[in-house]
């Protein structure tokens, strides 16, 4: 199964704008793991999970709140 059959079984039973909800939240994620590549690539620095976590976490409470959706839930997923 690849990434895009597996995010669309995960996705297929939610209304549209729950599934586009969480197609965001899951870009975010996945774009502050690649910066967080890298940092420690051309940067030679190192956060934790949790700290890459917060950040796209408050990427996401951004975005929300520059659209004038302030619904992030407390958690990711």
């Not at 990434?3 to 965001?24: A, C, E, H, M, V």
């Not at 999970?49 to 796209?56: G, Q, T």
């Amino acid at each position: 199964m690849g990434i895009s059959d597996w995010w669309d079984s995960l996705t297929t039973n939610l209304p549209k704008n729950d599934r586009r909800r969480q197609s965001g939240r899951f870009l975010y994620t996945i774009w502050n793991i690649w910066k967080e590549r890298n940092r420690r690539i051309f940067n030679g620095t190192r956060l934790t999970h949790l700290e890459v976590a917060a950040i796209a976490f408050e990427d996401i409470k951004q975005r929300s709140l520059a659209f004038g959706r302030a619904q992030v839930a407390a958690g990711i997923g």
